[in-house]
């Protein structure tokens, strides 16, 4: 979807604006296609959005443009874009608490491993087998549910008719550059976690947009390393997941056919890196919910600031005001 192009010329303040989200996108651009997608990226991904509705914070001071005097229009849009954010926190809330359950399995399966009770042994190909059906078979509704929040902002990039007010107008075309980031970084969170290939956000920015250069080329990198992860039959597209997916595919054969050719050092060594894989993998895991924590926090306190500014008086010249998605 693209945005009408427009003549209007954007302020100083505009320009900063975009240059820093320009600047965003060129951070988040990957040296390495195996850096897509990992839990660093993730990190610095989510963290970026949430340097980005500080910034549009910013901006609506430097333009002077008190929230009490926006179209209710504004607000109603407002209200219902952050709304749809706080239901895909919610939802990726929920696949987390579920990634956190497959590490548990394993902590459990590596417990059996270190034993020579064949008993346990056994145990331990059940549950890496329990493991395997659990992560390739699960379809988890809530990320359907990310899928369509995605969706909704789609429908509202389309801008609404404002009035001949140039300060109005910069402010509707940062939000614009707002939702573009949200939504592709929201959908390469959905894709990390998918356990089957998912249509990615694809948007086609207009060149007037001074992030529109490193905004495409970070599309393009991350969306065609995704992509070759799911054509390679690669399961997930996240890193550490697929890492321990590799472990898992070499320990569970030989535990159910017996070791044949292999040493035993190497099948210790193989049991030492799936632990130290899956210890990664939570650690990963924590990290991103309080990332996503703390945007949850920024949308919930934008939302209130929102409110309690849109019944006071039109405040003085410089006063702070809140954050617009």
Request: overall charge neutral.
């Amino acid at each position: 979807m693209m945005m009408p192009k427009t003549s209007h010329l954007p302020s100083t303040f505009l320009t900063t604006f975009e240059k820093n989200l320009a600047k965003r996108f060129q951070q988040l651009k990957p040296n390495h296609p195996n850096d897509v997608i990992t839990f660093s990226w993730m990190k610095s991904a989510l963290s970026s959005i949430c340097d980005t509705l500080d910034d549009v914070r910013k901006l609506i001071v430097d333009l002077e443009l008190p929230i009490c005097s926006w179209d209710i229009k504004w607000v109603d849009m407002y209200l219902d874009n952050s709304l749809n954010l706080l239901d895909f926190c919610s939802a990726f809330g929920t696949d987390i608490v579920r990634q956190r359950f497959g590490y548990v399995m394993l902590k459990c399966a590596l417990l059996d491993l270190d034993s020579d009770n064949p008993q346990k042994l056994m145990k331990a190909s059940s549950s890496l087998h329990e493991w395997r059906q659990y992560h390739n078979s699960y379809h988890n509704s809530k990320l359907q549910d990310c899928c369509d929040v995605i969706s909704k902002l789609e429908q509202t990039l389309n801008l609404p008719k404002i009035k001949n007010i140039p300060k109005a107008k910069d402010l509707v075309r940062a939000m614009y550059g707002l939702k573009v980031q949200t939504m592709f970084i929201f959908s390469t969170f959905v894709a990390a976690f998918s356990t089957f290939p998912r249509v990615l956000v694809e948007l086609q920015v207009p060149k007037l947009y001074l992030w529109q250069e490193s905004f495409t080329e970070l599309q393009v990198v991350v969306n065609g390393e995704i992509k070759n992860v799911y054509s390679s039959n690669g399961v997930s597209p996240l890193m550490e997941l697929r890492r321990i997916e590799e472990n898992v595919k070499k320990l569970y054969p030989l535990l159910h056919e017996g070791l044949g050719d292999v040493k035993d050092e190497d099948f210790k060594s193989y049991c030492s890196e799936l632990m130290e894989n899956n210890e990664k993998f939570l650690i990963g895991l924590d990290e991103i919910k309080s990332e996503m924590d703390r945007f949850f926090k920024v949308v919930v306190s934008g939302r209130m600031a929102l409110l309690d500014n849109f019944q006071q008086q039109p405040p003085r010249s410089g006063v702070q005001q809140s954050i617009m998605l």
